[in-house]
């Protein structure tokens, strides 16, 4: 699956080292959190908490139409003109100019858009998955907002989106939509055995309920993560449960490994951006860490992946 010979590996996956955003990426990650707890406020629940997420556009990323009672709304997240779009079916819409401010400025400027299109929405009003939790309303901490990194991130979101199709349409199962978790802002596409699994023992900063549910069902989870201060943008790729002799399968390319920490399979951003092929590599890796989840798990992979290939593939 080459690059175009129109594009490059440097404009097609930009340079996004972790160092470079790390306080923005930060502050995007409790904005997205904001708004994908309206979401999850005015969705109903489904299973392994795929009506919480949100997904990638050619501008950024929306909630999708969302209803409040009759009433049609959307958020979107522009990361070209960087602002954040509230809109409905009557036509409304609501501006927020993205830059600079505590993440209690962006509650309250979301929350009073919503009480003007006459759509209030009541969250829970504090951060998962994030150490030592500040309510949104009570943070009144100076944020930054790189428009620059952050337009970087959402491009490198758009191409895995295009990526993870290719592998998505390679299972036949069931196999959950390419969206973006803004729990840890991360996007994600996760294929299942069909089997149930052991009852998940929970991760941190996130109610037992919720990763019961994530879960219920055996998995073979493949995604990207921006990062974390000290840790680099990178792929990852894990089984739950983790099936015996899994971490020790052979996988490619060979930039990529098993990371004890993480307990998970991880290939660098960086080292896929800079390999000859980067599309190719990593459909690799997703490709062979799949593998190594359902052979060693078992699974039926001849009644679960496509017997053709599917357009994009290669």
Known sequence: ??????????????????????????????????????????????????????????????????????????????????????????????????????????????????????????????????????????????RAYDPEYVARFWQVLLQTTRVFNVFRARFIGKVSPVHLFWGALDLACTRFSGRTAPQHPGVPGLADRVTRDAYSHEVSSCGFWPGAPGIEPLFYSYAYPSPEGFKDAPIQPAEARFDTTLGEFVFPYEAMRQSADPDAALLQFLQSTYEAAADTAHWDRQALESPVPRKGDS
């Not at 406020?41 to 908490?49: D, E, G, M, S, V």
């Not at 100019?97 to 505590?102: E, F, K, Q, R, V």
């Not at 400025?105 to 030592?132: D, H, Q």
């Open 1 to 142: 699956m080459a690059l175009d010979s129109n594009s490059t590996s440097a404009n097609v996956w930009p340079e996004l080292a972790q160092s470079a955003w790390s306080d923005s990426c930060v502050t995007l990650q409790l904005w997205t959190q904001v708004v994908g707890k309206i979401r999850l406020a005015l969705t109903p629940a489904q299973n392994h908490t795929w009506s919480v997420a949100l997904y990638p556009t050619a501008r950024g990323l929306t909630t999708s139409p969302m209803w409040h009672d009759t009433r049609v709304l959307q958020i979107d997240f522009d990361f070209i003109d960087h602002k954040l779009i509230l809109l409905t079916n009557e036509g409304d819409t609501r501006h927020i100019a993205l830059g600079p401010m505590s993440v209690a400025s962006f509650y309250g400027r979301v929350m009073e858009a919503l009480e003007s299109l006459g759509m209030p929405v009541r969250i829970w009003p504090t951060p998962v998955e994030v150490a030592k939790p500040v309510p949104f309303d009570q943070d009144l901490a100076p």
